[in-house]
């Protein structure tokens, strides 16, 4: 935030009076940034960190020299510490922002050299900081990145898809669809080449027209305000623009967003942890190429369209202000599943499926704890990590996640949190892969939930087969507004 903000400060403030500085920043935070601060996500970091630190680097004076040196590596810290968040997102926020460092020369032709002697630094240090990676990675971290790659094309992307050849294959394929993943021995490189076929015609000529009819929904749905702010300055760059090279600049810039929009929404997928950041590098480089002309001033529109853009920036904080407010309850529903667990069980060992939506949402500043509970994840993307085998051998004392799932069943103090119908699909996969079934007993709450609450659709398990449970389970487990989806055949979590 500070490298975006300094550099729009270091370039107005010639061309503007402090107050026009202090309104534009503003307006600025307003449409194309707050939302990075309400909805705080590690994949935005990268791309904004990465974006501002190429742009203060294209924009300083490159003569050799101290000054010159200091800048360079300060900037290329930002962007190493965007590659170690996550190297492909600092990839994408340097892609989004070379436009900016292309320049119009006195004799009013596009000079690529300031892009180039930008951008060299910054991509020998990826490519120095990809071999680092690569040549330091361990074979445990190499299989989890082959998994992980395959089984986003498949859940993510939907690029690959899975044609069991037997029943076993069958009950993996139905695991991998519900995001049990975290059976190494069977979920693996070898099962996904087995059964995932690509289907590129299908592909481009199905999926990737649904995925951009989705994307564009988005975009019109939620982002129309950013749109707007840009068009307003991509016309009035077009009507200040007067040398065919400089319009042809601007357009460049806006086909070149276009492109990675469309290349990210139709390819792969376009969340908003991804989107609002390369909305926002537009906008940057769409203010920036306005003010890079000396002598530009604020636009000088009708009155009538600042009238209409104060109503739009008025609606605009009406509707952050309802955002923050959503945003703040779902907060509290969420940490109140923490509270209600933490108050229902005490030394427990507490195995949950299907929870993930509710352990999003919460705020980055604050250490949440399940208590003096254990807790291991049946499902979710997390499953995948190395360090997940470790923590369920420590649990269970058996390295082989079946194994390790039914020890588990069978001690006294364990609890399973799942959806209804998941204890099926459970032991449809361990019977898939020649391991015993467990069996759960529903756990009904002494204390009734009020009438019409769905939540007594769902299941709170009890393990070891028994008729009834071997401790006191009093009142209810999780809030009226706290529910456990069961993931349905074909469907995701």
């Not at 979920?187 to 299908?202: C, L, M, P, S």
């Not at 967003?257 to 769409?286: A, F, I, Q």
């Not at 391991?435 to 529903?442: I, Q």
Request: net charge positive; aromatic share 12%; hydrophobic share 50%.
């Amino acid at each position: 935030m500070l490298l975006s903000f300094g550099l729009l400060h270091r370039l107005c403030r010639k061309r503007l009076t402090n107050e026009q500085v202090f309104a534009l920043l503003i307006f600025f935070y307003l449409l194309a940034w707050f939302e990075h601060a309400l909805w705080f996500n590690y994949t935005r970091v990268p791309v904004l960190l990465a974006a501002a630190a190429f742009l203060n680097y294209s924009f300083a004076d490159k003569t050799p020299g101290p000054t010159h040196n200091r800048l360079l590596g300060l900037n290329l810290l930002a962007f190493l510490l965007a590659l170690c968040i996550r190297p492909n997102a600092a990839v994408l926020g340097l892609l989004i922002a070379l436009p900016g460092a292309i320049r119009v020369t006195a004799l009013a032709h596009l000079d690529i050299r300031n892009l180039v002697t930008s951008a060299v630094p910054f991509f020998i240090g990826t490519i120095l900081f990809s071999l680092v990676i690569t040549l330091t990675r361990s074979e445990e971290g190499i299989a989890y990145q082959t998994v992980d790659r395959l089984n986003m094309m498949y859940n993510d992307f939907g690029m690959i898809s899975l044609r069991p050849r037997t029943n076993s294959d069958t009950a993996r394929a139905y695991a991998v669809r519900a995001w049990m993943i975290g059976d190494r021995e069977q979920i693996n490189e070898r099962f996904f080449h087995r059964v995932g076929v690509e289907n590129w015609n299908q592909y481009l000529t199905t999926k990737m027209p649904l995925k951009l009819k989705a994307a564009s929904i988005a975009l019109s749905k939620n982002y129309y305000l950013i749109f707007i702010l840009n068009f307003v300055l991509i016309y009035v760059c077009l009507r200040k623009q007067r040398s065919a090279p400089r319009r042809r600049l601007v357009w460049l810039t806006q086909i070149w967003v276009l492109l990675l929009v469309v290349g990210m929404g139709g390819l792969l997928k376009l969340p908003p942890r991804l989107l609002m950041p390369t909305l926002t590098v537009w906008t940057l480089l769409n203010i920036l190429m306005y003010f890079r002309r000396r002598g530009t001033g604020f636009p000088k529109l009708p009155l009538a369209v600042w009238l209409a853009m104060v109503a739009i920036a008025g609606f605009h904080i009406y509707s952050v202000g309802w955002r923050i407010d959503l945003l703040a309850r779902r907060r509290r529903l969420n940490e109140a599943l923490f509270s209600n667990l933490n108050q229902q069980f005490q030394r427990h060992t507490l195995l949950m499926a299907g929870a993930e939506t509710y352990l999003a949402g919460l705020s980055p500043w604050t250490n949440y704890s399940f208590g003096k509970n254990r807790v291991l994840p049946l499902t979710g993307w997390n499953t995948l990590d190395p360090s997940y085998r470790r923590y369920y051998t420590a649990l269970s004392g058996e390295p082989s996640w079946p194994r390790a799932v039914r020890k588990l069943a069978y001690q006294p103090n364990t609890v399973f949190i799942v959806p209804l119908g998941f204890a099926d699909r459970l032991n449809q996969y361990l019977r898939a892969v020649q391991a015993e079934p467990v069996r759960l007993k529903a756990f009904q709450p002494q204390t009734a939930p009020r009438a019409g609450l769905e939540i007594t659709e769902y299941l709170v398990g009890v393990p070891a087969g028994l008729d009834a449970p071997a401790w006191p389970l009093v009142g209810r487990l999780i809030s009226d507004s706290l529910l456990l989806k069961p993931v349905m055949p074909g469907q995701k979590p």
